[in-house]
Every structure is written in C-alpha cells, then in structure tokens.
C-alpha cells in the first residue's frame, strides 16, 4: 500500500491577500477608487463630528468668557473712566474766573455727565445689577458734590462783577479827589516858589512874605492829605489781588492804620477843604471797610474759592473710592474668567486625546487603503506602462509588453501593445523624413547666404548713391537731401543753422602743374582735416562740386561755427602741400560761413547764396582766409 501524501498547508496570510486583490481586479480601477474613497470620507467625517465636538465645548467655555465676563468687566472699566471724567471736570469749574469759563466748564460737565448716566445704564443692562448699584451710589454723591461746586462757581462769577463794580467805584473817587485837590496843591506850590524868589533877594519884602506865609500855611496839610489818599487807593487796587486770606487780612489792618492817619490829617485841614472833600472822603472810607467794597468782596471770593478747592478735593476722593470698588469688582470678574478658562482648558485636553486618537485610527485605514491596492495593484502595473511607453519612445522596440485585460490598466496595455506596432512603422517613416528634411535644411542655408550677399550689396550700393567716391565725404545728393531735413528742424525748433562753403585756392593751376593724381590726393587730405574738424554728428561734411566742399552746422553758435572754420583753413595750410602757383606757397583755402535761424520768410536757397556770397568775399579779399557772411533778410 502506498503511502498517504499529506497536502501542503495553506498560507491563509496569502489566501487573504489574493482574495484582496481578486475582489479590487472584479471591481475595476474606477470602482475601486470611489470604494477607497467612501471609506476615506467616512473616516474624515468621524474626524470632523469629533473636531466639532470639541470645538462645541470649548466653545461653549469661551462663550460663558466673552458674551457673559468679559462684557460685564469691561462695562464697569467704561463706567469707571466716566466717573473719572466727570469729576476731571470739577478742576475746569474751579479755575472759573469769567462767564466764557462758567459756560465752557459747564457744558464740559453737562457732557460729562451724560455719558456716565449712559455708562450706568449700559452696565445696569449688561447683567451687573449689584456691581451698578454700587458704582451708581458713589456717582450720586460725585454729582451732588460737583452740582454744589458749581454753585459756587455762579457765585464766585457773580462777585467777580462786584468787584468790578466796587473798582470802578474806587476809580471814580480818586478821581474826585484829584480833581479836588491837584489846583489847591498846584497854587499852594506856585506861593513856595514865588516865596523862594522874594527870599532870594538882597533886601527881601519881609511883609510881602510874612502874609502870604500865612495864607499859604493852612494848605500845607492838604498836600500830605492828596499823598495818603492817593496810597490808600493804591493799596486798595493791589489788596483786590491778594492771592489768598492772610495775605488779605495783612492789608486790611495796613489799610485801616492809613485810614486813621488820613482821617487826622484830614482833621487838621481848614474848615472849607473839610466841607468840600467830607461826602468824597467818607465814600473812601466806606469802600475800605464795607462789605461790598474791593476788600470784602475779595474776602467773599476766597472765601469761596478755598470752598471750591474742598469740594473738589471731596471729588477726588470720591474717584478714589470709586477706583477702589472698581478694582474688587474687576478682581472678581477676572476670577469668573481665569476660572472658565481652566475648565475650558480641561475639557480641550480630553477631548484632544479623543480627537487625536479618531484621527490616527483614519489616518491608518487611509495607509492601509494606499499600501494593499493603490502601491500594490495599480502603481506596479502603471510603472510597467510608463517604462515600456518610455522605452519605446527611446526607440527600443525590442522589449516585453504589458498583458492587455478586461479593466482599465489591461486596456492600457493592449493600447500600448498597439502604440508599439505603431512607433516601429512611424520609426521608419522618421528616417525617410529626416533625409528629407536634411536635403531641405541644405538648400534653406545655401538661400540665407545669397541672401546675406544680396543685403551686403544693397547696402553698398545705398552707401554709393549718398558718398562722394574720392574723398569719402556725402555726395551732393546728401547734402540736398540733409540741408532740406535741418531746414525743416530748424523751423520747428527756432535752432541756429550754419553752412560752411570751402574753396580750394587756386585749384586748377595745381592740376595743370602737378597733374589730376596730385589733385586728388590734395582734395583728399583736405577732406582728411574736415572730418577731424567736424566730427559732430549732427555736422555733415560734403564735397559739393569740384574742389568745393560744404558742411552744415547745427546745435552751435555763430562764434564757435566761424572758430571750426578757423580751424579748418589753419589745419589745411598746415598740411604744407607745396603749390608754386600760389602766392602762399603751399595749398591753401577759402571759407564763406552764413548762419540763420530758419523761419516762414526764408530758404535754404538764401542760405547757400549767402555762404557763396562770403566765400566770394574770402577770395576777392586775397584767398587763404574765413569771411562771414551779412545777416540774411
């Protein structure tokens, strides 16, 4: 009997796997990815529902904190810094001193006031009913104490027009004192001085004098009276400015003394004088020691100012009370608040945990998903594509293919199965182009060269039609063309625009006697120097006919034009090109310069006759020399 052959045991790791990869290949690529990406969302849901829960408790915290706490805390900050502005405003109504000061200090604290009530009536609103009883409670008393200081201000105003009143009043009796007394003191003086004359003669009139010694003897005390009037009213004036109580009570008994020692000599002044100034002197009197006179009525504003400076110290303290209060019940506030936060922060870090747990328990399923179909079922099979689509880019046909199949990876392959058949017939169908396009390429470059020659000659022969062939200067045609475009710019600009026409003296003898070769190179030479004198671009140099040449000038002067023509006649009869004919000896030149500013009236024709009109000049004048022309009308 043969022997039992036992089966090999089965993988079930294996077995799961092909299962895995079985169902995902029945499915398809499309399918299996809307399946993977169901359960992805179902897990990023779970991760939301979870974030949103937690967001909702510590929300509900941070709620209890910003619309409940924090509202009423700042609320009572808000009230405190109106009380503080209110009683501020006790300051303004202090330093009142003019009706103006009264109604600004009174519109401030009206202001004032209306915003604390606001204030209240906000925190009263924000659920702080006990914290606005007790701030409301100090503002009461803050605005009874700020309502009796500004009835002190109304009084203190209204004595400010007393004393004004009892000033005028003074003024006004030192006024009838001085119109009392000043023409009794002036004819009692004017007796001293005729006394001192009759004193001073040789033999004084000792009975002219004796009488009126007399006569003038019972005034005397009326000029010490005038003198102690005239202090107490002084002292009056600058005791209605004393800054405060003892100082005030100081002149009081300083002005009393000078009362009784007035009211003696005023005794001693005979009986007439006393008649006259009894009713002005009493009023005097009375306005030292009345009531409504400047002493009382300054005692009163004292009085009533050192009452101010209590009431509004009162206030002060009551801000201090109310910033005391303040700051408990900020205190207990800030407790409410730190203690919500730390149970907002208690409940944050559980239901972090939850959330953090949620979301590696996605995060695995979603690397599960990628590591068992996406890298192992499509990634394999998609870089099998992509090396063979490159390695039959790369020209290499001689390679395995992907297997074709039912779903949308073995479609692609037998895509690329027919892409490869295809490439091998478009290879050789390249190669016949590429000879073709190199035979192309060929005859295009062979086009671009007779084409470049052609651009080179037209150049030439443009350069030809504007040059002058012997000395390389622009022809006639140039210069016409170039005169009517200055022209033309010189009008539009109101530029200066110069024309430099240049001779050779005596030319035609140096051709008869050196010959035409001889000729030439002395015209060339002479355009030689003209290039280095008018190097300018905007300057062009031609030779105009023979061994005449032009040059037109722009962007100059009429000085610095005739100094290049200077130039010009010097350096060329430096050249010392030998001319026997020539009474200098050696080659020489004649210059005719015109300058104008081109306009309506004018032509360049004006301008050419006016150089050859000077250049006509330079040689009739005996050659060798630069002539400008007159001005061109």
Known sequence: MSPLIEPPPENHADNAKGRWEATFARL?????FLFGFGVMCTLLLLVVAAALFTTARIGQSASNILDEQLPVTLEILRATRAVDAFAATGAALVSATTEDDRRTAFERADSAQAALEQTLNDLASADATAEAAEIHLLSEELTDNLLRLRDVVDERIALVLAKDAARTRLVANLQAFQ??????????ESDSDIIGLLMAQPVPPTDRVAAMAQNTAPLIPLARFYAEVESIGGRLLAAAQDPNLPALHLSEQVLA????GASSTFARLPEEERD?????????????T???????LREQELTLYAESQVLNLESQQITSRVD????????????????AGVSATESRQRYIWLLTLVSAFSLLGMMAFMRLHVMRHLVARLSLLSKTLQNIAAGRFDIPLPEAGSDELGRLGAAVQQFHTTAIEAGRRECELQASNRSAEKARRELEI????????NSKLADLSTQDFLTGLANRRRFDEALGVEWARGTRTGQLLALIMIDVDHFKPFNDRYGHQAGDDCLRQVATMMKSVFGRVSDLASRYGGEEFCVIVTDSTETGIYGMAERVRTAVEKLTVEHADSPYGVVTVSIGVAAVIPCGGKTPEDLLRAADAALYSAKANGRNRVMQSQPIG
């Open 179 to 188: 119109q009392q007394l000043t023409y009794r003191i002036r004819i009692m």
């Open 450 to 457: 007779k084409a470049h020659e052609l651009e080179s000659l």
């Open 324 to 339: 005391g209060t303040t700051a408990d019940l900020v205190q207990r506030r800030l407790d409410d608040i730190r203690q």
């Open 257 to 260: 003394i000078a009362i009784a």
């Open 276 to 288: 006259a100034l009894q009713s002005i002197f009493k009023e005097l009197q009375a306005l030292t």
């Open 28 to 32: 398809g690529i499309r399918e299996s």
């Open 290 to 296: 009345a009531a409504d006179g400047p002493l009382g």
